[in-house]
């Protein structure tokens, strides 16, 4: 029995085959993230604006993380000519929560074109947020030199292979993907098969009971082929994760919160903090949205939409800042 | 007899004249010299034009007008830009003919091709 608080968005992941009502509803608010926070092994997201009234105890559960994402930090274009500014919104949200989460989830494009300044913003600004641990995984635009040689000598976290890798904080484990290299043309995301046989091997041992976060960049599940919003090889990386009864899958990319759920697994994307993209085949082409200044915020607490596959139209829950 | 010279003659200028327009392909330099530079625009996440002509030795200017990075890659590992910001440039001459597929390396779904003569 999940309580309900005023303006709370809970997903309450039913797992006894009864038809699900919750959706789960990572609101971006501030463009900046969602509030995710384990209890019991079930994954709640709350909006970052409403967190102030959790009692805290309700609001820290057993696990409480915030995932940000598409910071762009470089970019300047009509969209947001200002993304440092929205990013340290962002921040000023993360720290103003009633308990401080135990870390931020960075899922990419954390620059715009890879530049060791544009590293060094991102990283000075999230400095001054509350949790002093970030785990990132990298964006197409994060691994545009030399396939990525400044992000891996930031951030790698494997002593060798790829900049993959996994971690666990009370009793969860995260694994972070990168399926933003070696794209081929024509294709979508890819992880790869070193990158898979890893993964199958890391989750081998791990018991059935065990909550299970993936995150990564592009959508690990097909959001709108077209704009090469999806995975090549991700059902691969699900089969490892079948066996576990609770899977969240975190990724960024698109530049707008959108879920859905596929058996015991939820997909969620998060919001950019820098500028939203147009819905899928809403617009001629994927690239940043521009809008009146005044609206940027209110489009930066973006639109959710679920998307399921040739069956319904595209369900719409707008969640606006300002 | 008369009338197999005045065929075969009538054969040898036609032929000639069709050499002096460049059939077939490549053989009248002097009337068919590759233009110094083609232009291919990006923009909105396209490249445009998406199949390219050209004669052996042109070189194309690739030119990013849309606000969002893009590369230009060959899918064959024959050429491969930089990250090319709005307004930046990209150039390669193309000295052997052939069909030459690339895409955009951020936005694999971007693919465009030049064919040589």
């Given at each position: 029995m999940v309580e309900k608080i005023k303006d709370e968005l809970l997903y309450d992941h039913n797992r006894d085959g009864i038809d699900r009502r919750g959706f789960l509803k990572c609101m971006a608010w501030a463009g900046t993230g969602?509030?995710?926070?384990?209890?019991?092994?079930?994954?709640?997201?709350?909006?970052?604006?409403?967190?102030?009234?959790?009692?805290?105890?309700?609001?820290?559960?057993?696990?409480?993380?915030?995932?940000?994402?598409?910071?762009?930090?470089?970019?300047?274009?009509?969209?947001?000519?200002?993304?440092?500014?929205?990013?340290?919104?962002?921040?000023?949200?993360?720290?103003?929560?009633?308990?401080?989460?135990?870390?931020?989830?960075?899922?990419?494009?954390?620059?715009?074109?890879?530049?060791?300044?544009?590293?060094?913003?991102?990283?000075?600004?999230?400095s001054r947020a509350t949790p002093k641990d970030v785990f990132f995984v990298p964006g197409e635009h994060d691994v545009l030199d030399d396939e990525g040689k400044e992000y891996r000598k930031r951030y790698q976290k494997a002593s060798g292979g790829g900049s993959w890798y996994s971690f666990d904080s009370k009793g969860v484990h995260f694994i972070g993907l990168v399926n933003v290299l070696g794209l081929k043309a024509g294709g979508l995301g890819t992880l790869g098969p070193e990158q898979l046989e890893w993964m199958k091997k890391d989750v081998k041992h791990l018991k059935h009971s065990t909550p299970i976060v993936v995150?990564?960049?592009?959508?690990?599940?097909?959001?709108?082929?077209?704009?090469?919003?999806?995975?090549?090889?991700?059902?691969?990386?699900?089969?490892?994760?079948?066996?576990?009864?609770?899977?969240?899958?975190?990724?960024?990319?698109?530049?707008?919160?959108?879920?859905?759920?596929?058996?015991?697994?939820?997909?969620?994307?998060?919001?950019?903090?820098?500028?939203?993209?147009?819905?899928?085949?809403?617009?001629?082409?994927?690239?940043?949205?521009?809008?009146?200044?005044e609206q940027l915020k209110s489009l930066l607490g973006i639109t959710t939409v679920n998307y399921v596959r040739g069956q319904h139209a595209l369900a719409l829950v707008d969640s606006t800042l300002g | 007899m008369i009338g197999r010279r005045v065929s075969v003659a009538g054969l040898a200028v036609v032929v000639a004249i069709g050499l002096s327009l460049g059939w077939p392909c490549g053989t009248a330099k002097a009337q068919q010299e590759a233009p110094a530079r083609v232009e291919v625009k990006i923009d909105n996440f396209r490249f445009g034009p998406g199949t390219l002509t050209v004669l052996v030795g042109t070189t194309v200017t690739w030119t990013n007008r849309d606000d969002m990075p893009h590369t230009v890659v060959s899918a064959d590992g024959v050429f491969r830009s930089v990250v090319l910001d709005t307004d930046e440039t990209f150039s390669f001459t193309f000295r052997n003919t052939g069909t030459f597929p690339y895409f955009c390396s951020l936005h694999p779904k971007m693919t465009g091709k030049v064919v040589v003569h």
């Open positions: 969602a509030l995710c926070v384990f209890q019991g092994g079930v994954l709640k997201s709350y909006s970052l604006s409403q967190t102030s009234q959790l009692r805290p105890e309700k609001a820290a559960g057993e696990l409480s993380f915030v995932q940000i994402s598409d910071s762009h930090m470089g970019f300047n274009k009509a969209a947001n000519p200002d993304v440092a500014r929205t990013l340290e919104a962002a921040v000023d949200k993360i720290s103003g929560l009633g308990t401080p989460p135990a870390f931020i989830l960075h899922t990419g494009d954390i620059t715009h074109l890879s530049k060791p300044e544009e590293f060094d913003t991102v990283d000075q600004i999230l995150f990564a960049h592009i959508p690990l599940w097909s959001v709108y082929p077209e704009w090469g919003w999806g995975t090549e090889d991700s059902a691969q990386a699900l089969v490892y994760l079948k066996k576990f009864g609770s899977v969240t899958v975190l990724n960024g990319h698109i530049h707008q919160t959108m879920q859905k759920v596929e058996g015991h697994v939820t997909f969620h994307t998060a919001a950019s903090t820098a500028f939203p993209q147009p819905q899928p085949g809403q617009a001629d082409s994927p690239g940043p949205m521009k809008v009146p200044a | -």
